[in-house]
């Protein structure tokens, strides 16, 4: 699993030969877009990946679930994932080992190896299964870590490339000895692991991977292929190495990632657009002050956990630091939008159906009359109602609406103080996220079996039951997604078979995974990355 890779930059680097490993599997096997999740999130993509169902049957479209009821907001987990493809593998008596893949925390019991992934609060909570199998990590891989970037992350400045880049290639390497580790010593059947650091690399240095960026410049993306690309390749390549040594089975290995990548022009302000139209009211007063808000954010670690843990004022400040819809009057509203980061959702609050839909009626005009202003050119390029793009129990976890944005543009949901202007440009080395997630991403396959050429049409939820036809064991009937034939030079046969129950309960019962601490951790992470501010 590359975490955001992107054609747009494995092409090139492959044709130029800085991905000797990835040319090879390309050039063996068979190739193509893989269509993300909406949104391309990672944790709506991965989730659909682990079960192959679409999000209303995970119920997962973000870092965050919001919840109707309690009108708050909490971090998602495994545990409202279901039966996923490593379930259905145990069940079948396969062996897995899974690295870091995101939305695998908690730890549940797997046959085999889990080592949870990004939304992980840290290397002392439920990371690992078994639970022993931590101490041999830990003394084998003494820097291995969830995701730790902090200090280093807005760095998205040519000037500061070196020591960012540097501080990948550690992360990168570190994850592959473990995953090395791990396969030499399970002997899995079937493995997996995840780097994130392709995403957080694309993100902060876009412009420098794109030619027809304004900032382009071919010496640093010279530079990122051979310091980043080429370092990414050799390491794939032990890892793969690591697993086939010493089997006498075929290998079936595959490239996936979760979403793809696009240049980052402009945030558009969907929180500040709803106040002003009138469908979201703010409440008065109890108003956090700008710079206090940015102060308070940037406290971290060991200080800001006591202070806002242990402080009856800390705890106060907290509030106006981690909820992000603490403003907002929901009972003098029609219309929210929720999410910290590139996202548009929106949330319909009017309980009687008719005003429900005069609502809906009327954001829908207002929306598509939503231009930039210096362009002339409407920022939303399809309204997708839940029900119009997914199916399944969970339907109702999901927003009412999600906004596709124009290329280039992204929604921040949240409502901000004290800032000007529906837009804000995104500015190279000034905003982490000078690229963005974009619904392509990749599938490379090569093994026995695997045909020479390209694939079509094929969507992230396909890999799960692909997976497991090519193993031939059963796709259970409740997967969305269907097994990837083109792949193959001979349609594999594809036995169906009744759900099992999920071994874990599915109703929105994460709220009770993390504690604050935990919530702290996580949030630290994400700030780091870049996704909330
Ligand atoms: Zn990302």
């Known amino acids: 699993g590359l975490d955001g890779a992107s054609w747009r930059v494995l092409e090139p680097a492959v044709r130029q030969g800085h991905m000797p490993y990835l040319a090879s599997l390309v050039d063996a096997g068979c190739s193509g877009v893989l269509t993300s999740t909406t949104p391309p999130k990672t944790p709506a993509a991965w989730s659909s990946f682990q079960t ?18 309690t009108r708050t907001s909490d971090y998602v987990s495994s545990e409202s994932l279901g039966v996923t493809l490593w379930d259905c593998l145990g069940q079948a008596g396969k062996r897995i080992a899974v690295i870091n893949v995101p939305m695998t925390y908690p730890a549940r019991p797997v046959s085999g190896v889990l080592i949870t992934g990004l939304l992980t609060p840290n290397l002392n909570s439920r990371f690992i299964y078994p639970p022993d199998l931590r101490e041999a990590l830990l003394e084998h891989v003494p820097d291995y870590h ?28 570190s994850r592959a000895r473990a995953a090395a580790f791990v396969f030499q010593r399970e002997q899995a059947d079937v493995a997996m692991v995840h780097f994130q650091a ?26 990122l292929c051979a310091a980043f690309y ?51 009211s703010i409440r008065a007063g109890a108003r956090p002050l700008p710079w206090l808000r940015r102060r308070l954010r940037r406290l971290d670690g060991s200080v800001a956990r006591r202070f806002f843990e242990r402080t009856a004022v800390g705890r106060r400040l907290d509030r106006f630091r981690r909820r992000p819809t603490f403003r907002m009057d929901f009972d003098h509203s029609r219309v929210f939008s929720f999410g910290r980061g590139c996202d548009g959702y929106l949330f319909f609050l009017e309980d009687d159906p008719a005003a429900r839909q005069a609502t809906q009626e009327q954001i829908r005009k207002d929306l598509m009359g939503l231009v930039d202003s210096r362009t002339g050119r409407p920022v939303v390029q ?93 796709v259970p009937e409740d997967m969305d997604g269907r097994v990837l034939q083109g792949l193959f030079t001979q349609p594999l046969t594809v036995q169906t078979a009744r759900p099992e129950a999920p071994a874990v309960p599915t109703e929105s019962s994460d709220t009770a995974t993390y504690s604050p601490a935990d919530v702290q951790d996580i949030e630290q992470r994400l700030r780091d990355l870049g996704y909330i501010e």
Request: with cysteine; proline share 6%.
């Open 230 to 280: 080429g370092f990414l390749d050799e390491r794939l390549r032990r890892v793969c190495q690591a697993f086939v040594q010493g089997r006498a089975d075929p290998v079936l290995t595959l490239v996936v990632s979760d979403h793809g990548f696009q240049t980052h022009h402009q945030r558009v302000r969907l929180g500040k657009w709803l106040v002003q139209k009138g469908y979201l």
């Open 52 to 69: 192959g169902k679409n999000p209303g049957k995970t119920g997962v479209y973000d870092f965050e679930r919001w919840n109707r009821k």
């Open 198 to 223: 392709t995403d957080v690399l694309q993100h902060a240095f876009w412009p420098m991977l794109c030619p027809d960026h304004e900032r382009y410049d071919p010496e640093t993306h010279e530079l």
């Open 382 to 474: 399809e309204i997708c109602p839940r029900e119009a793009i997914y199916s399944g129990p969970r339907l109702a976890d999901l927003p009412d609406w999600i906004l596709r944005p124009a290329e280039g543009y992204s929604f921040t949901g949240n409502y901000e103080d004290g800032v000007r202007g529906l837009f804000a440009a995104v500015r190279f080395g000034r905003d982490f996220h000078a690229g963005m997630h974009h619904p392509e991403g990749v599938l490379i396959a090569a093994g026995p079996g695997v045909r020479c050429g390209r694939v079509e049409d094929a969507r992230l939820w396909d890999v799960a039951p692909t997976v497991l036809a090519w193993l031939g064991l059963p």
């Open 146 to 173: 969830i995701f730790n970037l902090r200090n280093t992350a807005r760095t998205g400045s040519a000037r500061r490339i070196h020591p960012f880049v540097t501080r990948l290639q550690e992360i990168v390497d």
